[in-house]
């Protein structure tokens, strides 16, 4: 008798899994612009960003014009703040608690004078 899993089986472990969620920001080290962004899924944005601006066809056009001009060795990603959320947390309300942390994030860099794309 082997041990394979059936689909349901897959399913639960798979709704059990945690996805990270949070902000996370690309920073230009040559003009110390910052990208920000929300995720539900801190681990798969990452790649998912990056395979875009490799591959030339990022959403943020201004961003991706500085990797084309600069190289992606200027640039560095990484976790600015995680999401902490209540286990029954609907994706909508993790979602809604993205969007408002992302404006935070975003109000007070700006009022720092910093950059954003």
Same mark, same amino acid.
Do not use: F, I, Q, W
């Given at each position: 008798m082997h041990d394979m899993k059936t689909k349901k089986e897959?399913? !639960? +472990?798979f709704k059990l899994h945690k996805f990270r969620a949070g902000i996370f920001q690309i920073v230009n080290k040559e003009n110390n612009k910052i990208y920000l962004q929300s995720t539900s899924d801190i681990d798969r944005a990452f790649n998912s960003d990056i395979f875009q601006l490799k591959a030339g066809m990022h959403s943020n056009k201004s961003l991706q014009h500085d990797w084309d001009q600069f190289g992606s060795d200027v640039f560095e990603c990484n976790i600015l703040d995680e999401l @902490? =959320? /209540?286990? @029954? !947390?609907?994706p909508e309300e993790i979602? /809604?608690?993205?969007k408002e942390l992302l404006e935070i994030h975003q109000n +007070?860099? /700006? =009022? =720092?004078?910093q950059l954003l794309y």
């Open positions: 897959l399913r !639960a +472990e @902490t =959320s /209540k286990d @029954t !947390a609907t979602n /809604k608690d993205l +007070e860099m /700006k =009022s =720092s004078g």
